[in-house]
Antibody, heavy 118, light 112 residues
Framework: EVHLVESGGELVQPGGSVRLSCAAS????????MSWIRQVPGKGLEWVAH????????RYLESVEGRFTISRDNAKTSLYLQMNRVRVEDTGFYYC???????????WGQGTLVTVSS | IVMTQSPDSLAVSLGERVTIHCKSSLTVLKASNNMNYLAWYQQKAGQPPKLLIYWSSTRESGVPDRFSGSGSGTDFTLTISSLQAEDVAVYYCQQYYYIPINFGQGTRLEIK
């Protein structure tokens, strides 16, 4: 069974940093694109970033480009999101998701909450 | 690209048919493979989204056959043929043809 477990969410001050992790199991992690998607509680879904199977291709939402970095460690079957210079509008649940070939998401974690507030 | 769903919310009686629409501002049909890069998700309260439909009309494994997707190009529809109590949720469409990948604003479905 596919299992994705996020961690690392916390309360952080504007301008601060936080690193999210996603532990994957139950599938061949190194054969899947992976993504981060966020959601403000009670609001809609927003794609944040994705990374190719081998880490060679990374793409970002324009508003996080240059501040966030997506990475992966295939040996540890883990996905990461380093969030720097965070803003209040970065607040939300961050979900780790597995990409089906093409780009839809067939597996999601339960999410980890990042709150940016002073 | 903007994804617009309609309606924003609806209340339907058990057993009745449900139709949710999604319109994209640009076509998501890729001519080279004739595939529509459009998916539908269901999100129940307190849970992550669940994939229902991908490639606009392919049902994900394990999804009940009362759920179906249709449409092409810029106009798409999610249909629930006979509403069940467990279908109460917010439904999202998503395009995955362009970067940034994006979602519709969601349609909240309730029981009348």
């Amino acid at each position: 069974e596919v299992h994705l477990v996020e961690s690392g969410g916390e309360l952080v001050q504007p301008g601060g940093s936080v690193r999210l992790s996603c532990a994957a199991s139950g599938f061949t992690f190194s054969a899947s694109w992976m993504s981060w998607i966020r959601q403000v509680p009670g609001k809609g879904l927003e794609w944040v970033a994705h990374v190719k199977e081998d880490g060679s291709v990374k793409r970002y939402l324009e508003s996080v480009e240059g501040r966030f970095t997506i990475s992966r460690d295939n040996a540890k079957t883990s996905l990461y999101l380093q969030m720097n210079r965070v803003r209040v509008e970065d607040t939300g649940f961050y979900y780790c998701a597995r990409d089906k070939p093409g780009g839809s998401y067939d597996a999601w974690g339960q999410g980890t909450l990042v709150t940016v507030s002073s | 690209i903007v994804m617009t769903q309609s309606p924003d919310s609806l209340a339907v009686s058990l057993g009745e048919r449900v139709t949710i629409h999604c319109k994209s501002s640009l076509t998501v049909l890729k001519a080279s493979n004739n595939m529509n890069y459009l998916a539908w998700y269901q999100q129940k309260a307190g849970q992550p989204p669940k994939l229902l439909i991908y490639w606009s009309s392919t049902r994900e494994s394990g999804v009940p056959d009362r759920f179906s997707g249709s449409g092409s190009g810029t106009d798409f529809t999610l249909t629930i043929s006979s509403l069940q109590a467990e279908d109460v949720a917010v439904y999202y469409c998503q395009q995955y043809y362009y970067i940034p990948i994006n979602f519709g604003q969601g349609t909240r479905l309730e029981i009348k």
